[in-house]
């Protein structure tokens, strides 16, 4: 297996290519979208991963990090920092620093940001070519504006009121630490 490319850019370091790479959340670029957070992938955006998705998304309180949904494939959830609320098939769950969120195939849920600061979260999911995901309304979920307003399966349809413009930028999160030395290859 050949190594990725991993390219400096001007928003942080971006994973160009498909092979194995090293990189650091805090070097990431990352991405945007009025009221969904802030989050970064460990993948191409044109080469991404076949078989596991995995990133970490940085909500403000009261922020969801998408749309109340169920995929046919499993989930997973682990809060690196701070609080969030997550709605699982229709019930609030409370969940702070180092709790997990483990969700089977086809169980509801999203998440939000609480508490009094931001929330980082590590998600992961599994991906198959036949993958599907739903979306039903959900009177939970609508509390925190992360229910779709007429049941669908398809993303297109459901995010159609969601903001289409995405912002890349320079990490917000891990909070700003020593720095780094600069490794051999680099």
């Excluded at 092979?19 to 989050?39: D, K, M, Q, T, Y």
């Excluded at 690196?80 to 709605?87: D, M, R, T, W």
């Amino acid at each position: 297996m050949k190594e990725a490319t991993v390219k400096d850019t001007d928003s942080g370091r971006m994973v160009e290519s498909p092979g194995w790479f090293i990189v650091n959340v805090a070097e990431l670029s990352w991405e945007s979208v009025p009221g969904g957070g802030i989050w970064c992938s460990f993948e191409a955006d044109h080469a991404p991963n076949e078989q596991v998705g995995i990133g970490v998304h940085v909500l403000a309180p009261d922020e969801p990090n998408g749309l109340y949904h169920a995929e046919s494939n499993q989930e997973g959830f682990l809060v690196l920092s701070g609080e969030c609320v997550a709605v699982v098939e229709g019930e609030e769950r409370r969940l702070r620093q180092w709790d997990y969120l483990h969700c089977p195939p086809g169980t509801y849920h999203i998440t939000v940001g609480a508490g009094k600061g931001p929330c980082a979260i590590l998600m992961m999911g599994a991906r198959s070519p036949d993958r599907t995901i739903h979306y039903p309304v959900d009177a939970t979920a609508a509390r925190y504006g992360a229910s779709v307003a007429r049941e669908t399966s398809s993303p297109k349809e459901a995010y159609a009121d969601w903001p289409r413009t995405i912002t890349r930028e320079r990490a917000p999160w891990p909070p700003a630490t020593s720095a780094r030395p600069e490794e051999p290859g680099r």
